[in-house]
C-alpha cells in the first residue's frame, strides 16, 4: 500500500510540472490534457493488459508529443523517468531490453531535433544506465526468491514424508508388539487358565476360584492393552500441535510456538483437543488470507486462573476494520460449546486472537 503511494504521488508530481509549465505558457491546454489523459488510462490499464510492454512504448511515444502543443520537453522529462523505472521493475529481460533500447532511441531523437538540451539527453543516458543495473538487481533477487520457495517446498515435502514414514515406523512397531503380546502373554494366560480349570475339581475350589478370577483378569487387562497399543495415538496439547506442524508444512507459513512450562502435560479431553484445533486452523487461514508476512506467532499456557490460554498473531496486510464473518463467529461458538471465550484485538500493525477454557469440561 506503501510503496503505490509513493508511486502515485511521484507521478502526480510528474504531471504537475506539465500542467504548471503549461498555465505559465501559451501551450494548447485541451490537447495536452488529451495526451496526459490517454497516457494515464495506459498507465492504470496495465495490470489487465497482456502486452504491457506495447503499452509502455505508446507512453514513450506520447510524451515527445507534448512539444508539439508548446510543452518544453524539459518539465516532461521527470514523467519519461518515472516510467522508464516503472518499465525497468514491471517488465522481463527481454521485453526490458526492447524497451530500454526504445527508450534510448528517443532519447536521442529528441537531442538531436534539439527538443531537449545536450546536459539533459546526458541526464537520461545516466537514467538509462542505472535502470539497467537496476534491472539487473532485480531479475537477480526474483531468481533468488523463486529458488528459495522451490527449495522450501521441496523441504516441506521432505519433512512431511519423514513424518509419514515416523508414524508408519511406529505403526509398524505397535503392530509387532501387540503380535507379540498376543502370541506370548495371551496363550501362557489361556494355558494356566485351562490348567487351573483342571486342577478345580480335585483341589479347593476357593483359592482355585481365587486364581483363576486372577487370571481372567490378567487376560482381559493383557487384551485391552494390546487393543490400546493398536490403536494408541498422540492425546492432548500434543496431538494438537502435530497436527498444526503438519498443516504449517502444507501452506507457507511459518509459524513460531510459545509454550509455557509444562503445558503439553494438561489434562483436556478429545472434544477440546478438537476445538482447539479447528480455532488455531481458522486463525492460521485468516493469517494467510489476510496477512502480507508469513510469520505467525502462537502462544499456548495457562491464566491466573489455571485456564488454558491461546493466543495467535500475525501482521495486518491493510487497515481494514474488523468483520465478524462465518469463521470468527464459529471459533467463538465452539469455544462456548466447551465453557471458554475468544476475544479479537485489532492494533495498527497485528491481529491477535486470544481465547481460553478449562482443563475439564464441566
Wanted: aromatic letters at 8%; charged letters at 20%; proline letters at 2%.
Amino acid at each position: 500500500m506503501k510503496e503505490l503511494l509513493v508511486r502515485l504521488f511521484c507521478l502526480l508530481v510528474c504531471i504537475s510540472l506539465i500542467i504548471f509549465q503549461l498555465i505559465q505558457g501559451a501551450g494548447h491546454v485541451t490537447l495536452s490534457i488529451f495526451l496526459l489523459t490517454i497516457m494515464l488510462l495506459l498507465y492504470f490499464l496495465l495490470p489487465l493488459l497482456k502486452q504491457a510492454l506495447s503499452s509502455y512504448l505508446i507512453i514513450l511515444f506520447i510524451i515527445p508529443l507534448l512539444t508539439l502543443v508548446s510543452v518544453n520537453l524539459v518539465y516532461a522529462l521527470p514523467l519519461f523517468a518515472f516510467f522508464l523505472l516503472e518499465g525497468t521493475f514491471r517488465l522481463k529481460e527481454r521485453q526490458f531490453f526492447i524497451f530500454l533500447c526504445t527508450s534510448i532511441i528517443i532519447s536521442l531523437a529528441i537531442t538531436i531535433l534539439q527538443w531537449i538540451p545536450i546536459y539533459s539527453f546526458l541526464l537520461l543516458i545516466a537514467i538509462h544506465v542505472c535502470c539497467y543495473f537496476l534491472h539487473q538487481h532485480v531479475e537477480q533477487r526474483e531468481m533468488k526468491d523463486s529458488l528459495y520457495d522451490q527449495l522450501l517446498a521441496e523441504f516441506r515435502q521432505l519433512k512431511r514424508l519423514s513424518v509419514e514414514q515416523e508414524e508408519f515406523v511406529r505403526a509398524e512397531e505397535r503392530t509387532k508388539i501387540a503380535r507379540d503380546i498376543h502370541d506370548s502373554v495371551g496363550h501362557k494366560l489361556t494355558t494356566l487358565l485351562m490348567q487351573l480349570e483342571m486342577h478345580s475339581i480335585t483341589n479347593d475350589r476357593v483359592n482355585l476360584e481365587d486364581v483363576k478370577q486372577l487370571a481372567r483378569e490378567s487376560l482381559e487387562e493383557t487384551r485391552f492393552a494390546v487393543r490400546q497399543l493398536k490403536t494408541a495415538e498422540t492425546t492432548g496439547i500434543q496431538s494438537v500441535l502435530h497436527l498444526i506442524r503438519k498443516l504449517e508444512m502444507e501452506s507457507r507459513l511459518h509459524i513460531r510456538f510459545t509454550l509455557e512450562k509444562g503445558v503439553l502435560s494438561l489434562p483436556i479431553s478429545n472434544e477440546q483437543s478438537i476445538v482447539l484445533y479447528r480455532v488455531l486452523q481458522e486463525c492460521l487461514t485468516n493469517a494467510m488470507k489476510h496477512s502480507h508476512s508469513k510469520e505467525v506467532d502462537v502462544i499456548i499456557g495457562t491464566d491466573s486462573l489455571q485456564q488454558i490460554e491461546f493466543e495467535v498473531k500475525n501482521k495486518l496486510l491493510s487497515d481494514t476494520p474488523i468483520i465478524y464473518g462465518f469463521g470468527l463467529t464459529n471459533m467463538e461458538e465452539r469455544l462456548q460449546e466447551i465453557g471458554g471465550n475468544l476475544r479479537i484485538i485489532r492494533t495498527a500493525h497485528e491481529f491477535i486472537v486470544k481465547g481460553t477454557f478449562s482443563k475439564k469440561l464441566s
